[in-house]
Nanobody
Framework: QVQLVESGGGLVQAGGSLRLSCAVSGRTLGGYAMAWFRQAPGKEREFVAAMTRGGAGIYYVDSVKGRFTISRDNAKNTVYLQMNSLKPEDTAVYYC????????????????WGQGTQVTVSS
């Protein structure tokens, strides 16, 4: 059974940093694309970042480019999202996702999802 467990969320002031982790169990990380999404209250879920299964391709939504970095540690079976220069508009529940089954990395369908971790950025 594949499970994704996010951690690292919390409350931070604007301009601060957080690092989210997504620990994957039940399979090895290396052979699958990984992605981060977020959902703010009253809004639809939004793509944040993705990494292809080989790691060569990395994609970000424009609003986080230059501030967020997605990375993976295959030995630890963990994906990270380093978030710097956080803004109040980054406040959301952040979800990691694995195994793209259809579509593209930004809007496609992923097979596995974590339960989410809350990120709150105060102004």
């Amino acid at each position: 059974q594949v499970q994704l467990v996010e951690s690292g969320g919390g409350l931070v002031q604007a301009g601060g940093s957080l690092r989210l982790s997504c620990a994957v169990s039940g399979r090895t990380l290396g052979g699958y694309a990984m992605a981060w999404f977020r959902q703010a209250p009253g809004k639809e879920r939004e793509f944040v970042a993705a990494m292809t299964r080989g790691g060569a391709g990395i994609y970000y939504v424009d609003s986080v480019k230059g501030r967020f970095t997605i990375s993976r540690d295959n030995a630890k079976n963990t994906v990270y999202l380093q978030m710097n220069s956080l803004k109040p508009e980054d406040t959301a529940v952040y979800y990691c996702a694995s195994e793209l089954v259809s579509g593209d990395y930004r809007s496609g369908e992923y097979k596995y999802w974590g339960q989410g971790t809350q990120v709150t950025v105060s102004s």
